[in-house]
């Protein structure tokens, strides 16, 4: 497994505004996955992207993926106090050994969206 | 909700004690894993099985021990406590185990140990 790291660490935005976070990771991927957590509560499946994949969209969220830079955004666009949480990718490897992989987390982004 | 189920949602005990905490995984999902997530370590991997069987160790303590019984549902089990296993445990569940699909996560488990 290998974990990816976000930036920004905070990030504090006007509802309305547009939100961008970026990943980088370290080796090949077979897939890169965005999770939101709000405080205290379990992980949420945003968004998986693809390894042969270099955009897509899903509601108000965009993800790109680069992997010749090994790096990875999420835009939110006009975001919404809901959206306050902390938000975090995991690269999946290109080879995850065994049949088995699991999720490694960095320490996310932790989005604020002020009213 | 991702129906994935959780118990206890809160779990208060002392040092010393051993505890079970269980998860029931969405339907149709044969893989689980575990996760701690405590505010210095962060969220971190602990063990994953697949249809009953162990499939990946990460950073689990001896302390710690997991099952996943025939009708897929598993349980963690953590005995002689310390002050430091307070967190929050997680389990997530996916359809398979190759990593191409996502994992869909559990409300999760506060344990405090006092």
């Known amino acids: 497994s290998q974990q990816g790291e976000e930036d920004p660490q905070a990030l504090s935005i006007q509802e309305g505004e547009n939100a961008t976070m970026n990943c980088s990771y370290k080796t090949s991927i077979n897939n890169l996955q965005w999770y939101r957590q709000n405080s205290g509560r379990g992980l949420v499946h945003l968004i998986l992207i693809r390894s042969n994949e270099r955009e897509k969209h899903s509601g108000r969220l965009r993800v790109t993926l680069d992997t010749s830079k090994k790096s990875s955004s999420l835009l939110i666009t006009a975001s919404r106090a809901a959206d306050t949480a902390s938000y975090f990718c995991a690269p999946i490897p290109a080879y995850s050994g065994a049949g088995s992989y699991q999720l490694t987390f960095g320490k996310g982004t932790k989005l604020s969206v002020i009213p | 909700d991702s129906g994935v189920t959780q118990t206890p949602k809160h779990l208060i005990t002392a040092t010393g004690q051993r505890v079970t905490l269980r998860c029931s995984p969405r339907s149709g999902d044969l893989s689980v894993y575990w996760y701690q997530q405590s505010l210095d370590q962060g969220l971190q991997f602990l063990i994953q099985?697949?249809?009953?069987?162990?499939?990946a160790k990460g950073n689990i303590l001896e302390r710690f021990s997991a099952q996943q019984f025939p009708d897929l549902h598993s349980e963690l089990n953590l005995s002689s406590l310390e002050l430091g296993d307070s967190a929050l445990y997680f389990c997530a569940s996916s359809v398979e185990s190759s990593g191409s699909h996502e994992q869909y996560f559990g409300p999760g488990t506060r344990l405090t140990v006092t």
């Open positions: 099985y697949y249809n009953g069987e162990e499939r």
